[in-house]
């Protein structure tokens, strides 16, 4: 039962995303195993987004570790346990709170000793810069355990590099750039702090690779830079090749007018959808303090309210017309979101 609701969310989530960004680009270096125990390590710029596509992309069921905070509300609480999401409490959430991280940790032990996967965001928070954060310790120490406790474990870590062309933009594109398979049995032997140190660096320089890195001392500078060359920040490599050459060598996108079309479809989108909108325009975005959230509550506005919004539409019309409006109605609604984002 617990696979056929997995597999139902994640069609469900990526029909949503399927409408919600005008692009979707997956490259994986080498092949993701399927019976083997994998930690996924990716950057982290976008909240729930991020963790979203990680699930509809990577080929695995994944456990996420998630900031606990989230879970405050029972009912929510409930939902992300039901889709493998798993609190993890930090000094902000209260010391007495952070002991509960050691039942958590061992959960990720036991779940990598079934074959399973884990995923986490390495750099212990989120942020819409272009920049690689150093790692947190919290991943070398479920590394660890995980090898301490099953010596023949054979542990994947896999990189991975999210890039939005924007960011927090409706219709927008990204990018999921999947490193090649590393051993971490291969990485640790004797369970040092030395090895931690490694882990951290090396792991960070894979993600580095896979996305775009900006130095933070230079960051104002060189982002504005490459917005004004208008890079292509879906293909990360070109990105910082530019920036090792001192913006010599830069491929850059040609300059995109706006599209009468496209801004019509959406004005025809907005009179459609004119109540889910308001709410989200008006109640639900000025209460987001964080930038970094904005996109993941507009796509659960979109997998939430749309649907019953359109639902309730299609019923009042087949109830005064009959069925055949109804279904007609929805349909023309879905293709001008299509249109209006895909454009």
Known sequence: MKNIWLHTVRIYLRIGLFFYYKKIVVVKENQIPKNKPILFLSNHQNALIDALLIATTSGRFSYFLTRASVFKKSVVSKLLHS???LPVYRIRDGWSLISKNNYIFKT???KLKNNQAVALFPEGNHHINR???????????????????????DLQLVPIGINYQHGINFGDSVALYYGSPISA???VSNFSSEEIVVLRQTMQE????LTTHINNDVYNETITKLNALNVDYLNPKAVNRCIETNFQHCKT???QSKSWLKQFFKGLLIINLFLPFIIWKYYIKPKIKEVEFIATFRF??????VPIWLLLCCFVLASNFGLIYGIAYVLSVLIITLLSVKL
């Open 131 to 153: 920049t690689v954060r150093p790692l947190s310790k919290g991943f070398t120490r479920i590394i660890f355990e995980s090898l301490n406790t099953y010596t023949d474990l």
């Open 300 to 305: 659960a506005i979109a997998i939430s309210l």
């Open 206 to 209: 894979k993600i580095k690779n």
């Open 185 to 187: 049995r291969d990485m």
């Open 253 to 255: 996108l040609p300059k």
């Open 83 to 85: 889709v493998n999401m």
């Open 108 to 110: 990720c032990t036991e």
